[in-house]
């Protein structure tokens, strides 16, 4: 089975579901301490030059960059999310834009290209290094970008329907609580979860795993921070500094990161002097 071609039908469907459309619309800080921490990492180095954001879905990143700078444009390609955040931010410049093909924009028009929640995670792997060059294109020399990635190693990987089954308490209320929660959502998310996982696969350096995310409609990437230097080096970044989801620390390559769902990425598009 070839999960490349199933990437898009999947994962569209998933973020025009009315899970998608109603837990990202209700999504206004950061996911995180890493994403903050990154973005503060960021921020001395671009405030108040051009931003590109990738992937706003319902528009949680929109204040939070404009923080950055107001000289910001948000892109999604899901109509039905970024339809949100046009109504929330109706002054703003939000447009429907697929991020593998960004023509709109011409090259060096950047300071900063961010791609938050792990959005470049839900293309296949090739349109992943797409993604990547077309932000690389757009980027002025010098730039930084800013996207979060899975953890092959972390918790996250390879997720199963046992994941939604109710946690134990002794209050019975709450259990009662728990368990309707749960039989309300398993036949979707085990049908989900049946038809998603078939395509399940490690790769060298990385693997597609279908994700609990919007009970199981999720089709995702996961990487590693070795894998993912390679691939941004190959494009001609630089890493600069990784951090992880659970406190905003600064990681490096060779530790344990099993207890981390995700990385956040900020890498750099050489000067041209600095070019080899
Ligand atoms: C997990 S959601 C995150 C939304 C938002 N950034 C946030 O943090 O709340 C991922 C978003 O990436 C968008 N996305 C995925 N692939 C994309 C692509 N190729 N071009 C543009 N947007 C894309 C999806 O439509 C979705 O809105």
Redesign the pocket.
Known sequence: MDVRQDFDRI??AA?NSAD?TSS?GK?DDW?DAGERAAIEWVRPRVVGEPIL?????????VPLLKQVSNRYIG????EK??NIAKSKYPNDDLRW????DMHEFADESFNLVT??????D??NYV?RVK?LREMYRVLKPGGFIVFSSHNQDGPGCGETIWRLMPRLSLNPIKMAWRTLRTLRVLPLASYNYVRNSRFNQRFEGYSVMNAA?HYFAIVIIYTTIAEQKRQLAEIGFDMEAVFGSLDGRRITETEDTSDTWWFHFVARKPLRGDQA
Do not use: E, K, Q
């Open positions: 994962n569209r973020w998608a990202l999504l996911t954001d990738i992937g706003i879905g319902a528009g949680r990143t892109v999604d390609y899901t999310l970024l834009m697929d991020a593998r791609f938050s929640f792990n959005g470049i839900c293309v349109d993604i995310a």
